[in-house]
């Protein structure tokens, strides 16, 4: 580890770069593939219904894999893992596009398996890597730039995807998937060169790889059944046996993992931390930031609707939310190291409330430019201010340093579950109701959220 204390902050600002690099890398690749959707099904010949699990198979096992990748990680060395991370991620990117002239549909599939598995130890681990490498008096600041340019790369990769599409032409939709082979290739590269090595812990007892299965078996039936739940029919849609099964069988899963993990010499996933109540909280807060932040992908629609926009060009409005976030973000992973991260996040979600209360009783009843651009962009602060950064701090500083990477991935998955639970609501309110008042529901569906949030942020108390 780097010893800041000895004058190499040169070196340390190297490192965060290539860590970031690595964010952003991982996180335009998350939304990327998202506009040319259309443009694969085509391609493949395949319709919507077997098209969308390009997207959910990836965000399925990135999911479920991310806790077992960052035990991993703890145990081997961050730095290595992250490493070997990219190179998987890079093989999957290149197979992704391989898959137009060989293997069809089925390869594009096993290749977004084998993307998400890279992910799922890029994030996690740079994140733990930027939250110990740095000094306390500086590691918000750090921790808000990592936030800063994973909130920006998630906006900005549909844009990219779109763009890439555009240029290089529908028939040449591999092109997206090729491009991330040279920063692939440089970021191991610099990660050789740059990064320093980190702890090996294979001492600490055998590897759970019991409860590492059952885990990631958990993990995909619960998503998979949450993901078929229709809240505007709730009793009906519980009832099919493609959404109680998968239920069924997550509550099984359960119970075989507290009898694994209670005999596992070093467990995949702590179970201590439901005793303690700053991480209890800190899970709480991360579930409802999920909830939020996949309310963006519903901006777009609601931006067409209420302006009369032609379809497809609802996007760039998110631009919006994008840019005040990432101003907002390193701001308040700096403030973080002045004041803690509770009246960050407390702030954040207050402003954030604020901008969703405008957009759904201003910009919503008497719609322009100005005022949904205004909401969009208090919303954009607030969400700045309370994604990221903040999670990041609380659970580094209740855990311990060598057990960061699973600690950054626990809260990781329980802001993914909560990025797939909320769709189904948020869609469900729109539906529900006819024209404005559907999005209003909506709106008022996130802001309740937020402040279930904020809510509990009043009873977080810091270590420190």
């Known amino acids: 580890m780097i010893d800041v204390s000895k004058g190499k902050g040169s070196r340390l600002g190297l490192v965060l770069a290539v860590y970031l690099v690595g964010l952003l ?65 890079c093989v999957g990117s290149v197979l992704c596009g391989l898959s137009q002239a060989v293997g069809g549909f089925a390869l594009l599939l096993v290749a977004r398996v084998i993307q998400a598995v890279g992910a799922g130890g890029m994030i996690p681990v740079a994140n733990a890597e930027i939250g110990t490498t740095f000094p306390v008096e500086k590691r918000g600041m ?27 032409g ?51 039936l619960l998503l998979l059944g949450v993901k078929d739940v ?14 109680w099964g998968p239920l069924v069988g997550a509550v099984a899963a359960v119970f075989v993992f507290r009898f694994v993990e209670r005999r596992a010499e070093d467990p995949v996933f702590h179970l201590e931390y439901f005793h303690s109540r700053p991480i209890v909280i800190t899970m709480i807060v991360s579930f409802f930031i999920g909830c939020f932040v996949i309310s963006l992908v519903l901006v777009p629609e609601l931006a067409e ?7 497809g060009s609802g996007g760039y409005y998110v631009l919006a939310i994008g840019l005040t976030s990432f101003v907002t973000t390193p701001v308040g992973g700096k403030v973080i190291d002045r004041v803690g991260p509770k009246p960050v996040i407390v702030t954040g979600f207050a402003i954030s409330i604020a901008g969703l209360l405008y957009l759904a009783f201003v910009a919503v009843v008497a719609p322009s430019f100005v005022t949904l651009v205004a909401g969009l962009a208090i919303v954009g602060a607030g969400m700045g201010l309370a994604m990221g950064a903040p999670t990041n701090y609380m659970i580094l500083e209740n ?12 809260i990781t998955l329980i802001r993914q579950i909560g990025t797939t639970v909320a769709p189904a609501i948020f869609v469900g309110l729109i539906s529900g109701e006819p024209g404005l008042a559907g999005y ?25």
């Open 25 to 89: 890398v991982g996180g335009l690749y998350v939304g990327m593939i998202s506009p040319a959707r259309t443009v694969i099904q085509a391609d493949f010949g395949i319709d919507g219904t077997v098209g969308i699990w390009m997207i959910n198979i990836y965000t399925l096992f990135y999911a479920a894999l991310i806790p077992v990748i960052g035990k991993v990680a703890d145990r081997r060395g961050r730095t290595r893992v992250f490493g070997v991370c990219v190179g998987v991620f």
């Open 142 to 168: 750090a921790l808000g730039l990592a936030a800063a340019v994973v909130g920006i790369s998630n906006v900005l990769g549909a844009v990219a995807g779109s763009a890439v599409v555009s240029a290089f």
């Open 170 to 220: 529908v028939e040449r939709w591999p092109v997206m998937f090729y491009l991330c082979a040279p920063f692939c290739i440089g970021l191991i590269v610099a990660s050789v060169a740059l990064l320093p090595a980190s702890e090996v812990r294979a001492g600490r007892g055998k590897m759970d790889v019991a409860g590492s299965i059952v885990f990631v078996l958990f993990v995909l």
């Open 230 to 243: 229709d809240f505007t029919d709730l009793a009906g849609s519980i009832a099919r046996p493609a959404t």
């Open 305 to 311: 609707y209420v302006m009369g926009d032609p379809l």
């Open 399 to 410: 855990t311990s340093k060598e057990d960061s990477t699973s600690a950054i991935a626990t």
């Open 440 to 464: 209003q529901h909506m709106l008022l569906a996130v802001a309740l959220f937020n402040t279930l949030a904020l809510v509990a942020m009043l009873f977080y108390r810091s270590p420190r």
